[in-house]
């Protein structure tokens, strides 16, 4: 009785530790495929939204959504202040493709004009 007891359970745990689902061995280009058929499967389905692809003509396309935070937006604004500063980015440009740049840390400060013909 022993014996019969601990066979069902070792294969009870075995079952249940070897389970796994048959769609995670597939790649999103595979999953995106079925995507292109007129009536995919629900299952499929399910995982392509899970994994959050986008599918475009049986590719799949991953999408990360990120949110803009107000401190990452004054980042980039003071990286661009400075650089127009330094004189590395012009302060403006015309539609014509004229820039105005200023040097203000160099030896020799200065503002440039260039005009493209």
């Known amino acids: ?11 009870l745990g075995l079952t249940s530790i070897s389970y796994a689902g048959y769609l995670d061995d597939w790649t999103d ?9 007129p009536s995919p ?3 499929i389905v399910a995982e392509v939204n899970i994994k959050g692809l986008d599918c475009d ?35 403006y440009t015309t539609k014509s493709g004229a820039q105005i740049k200023v040097q203000s840390f160099d030896n020799e400060k200065s503002i440039t004009l260039n005009r493209f013909f």
């Open 1 to 11: 009785m022993k014996k019969l007891f601990l066979l069902l359970l070792c294969s």
């Open 29 to 37: 280009d595979q999953l995106c495929g079925w995507m292109d058929n």
């Open 41 to 43: 499967p629900t299952h």
């Open 57 to 91: 003509g049986g590719v799949a396309i991953k999408t990360i959504k990120v949110p803009i935070v107000k401190s990452s937006i004054l980042v980039s604004k003071l990286k661009s202040w400075t650089q127009i500063l330094r004189g590395k980015e012009p302060i």
